[in-house]
Nanobody
């Protein structure tokens, strides 16, 4: 079964840095896009950053210049380097895989979307 396992969350001071990792495991052929979303208390889940196979990225305006997303296709892993963290960055961060393709006998190549369990990032002085 496909699973997304996240790591790297925790408590950090304003202005500090944190690096999140998310590794997808299973019989995976490819992943079209991998990204990070976050959800603060009382708010909806919003896109933070996303990266495609080509290397093309997009970021939420609130994190541009501070966060950097990258991926290692050989390891099916996506990273989020977070610098200059602010109080407003406090949220649960979720890893997402879009268009993850796995081969199923009798069905062929099947795409689907997957979510990680979420990891807490708290920015506090």
């Amino acid at each position: 079964q496909v699973q997304l396992v996240e790591s790297g969350g925790g408590l950090v001071q304003p202005g500090g840095s944190l690096r999140l990792s998310c590794a997808a495991s299973g019989s995976i052929l490819s992943i079209n896009a991998m990204g990070w979303y976050r959800q603060a208390p009382g708010k909806q889940r919003d896109l933070v950053a996303r990266i495609w196979l080509s290397g093309t990225t997009n970021y939420a305006d609130s994190v541009k210049g501070r966060f950097t997303i990258s991926r290692d296709n050989a390891k099916n892993t996506v990273y989020l380097q977070m610098n200059s963290l602010k109080f407003e960055d406090t949220a649960v961060y979720y890893c997402n895989a879009e268009g993850l393709i796995t081969y199923i006998s009798g069905r062929g190549y099947v795409p689907n979307d997957y979510w990680g369990q979420g990891t807490q990032v708290t920015v506090s002085s």
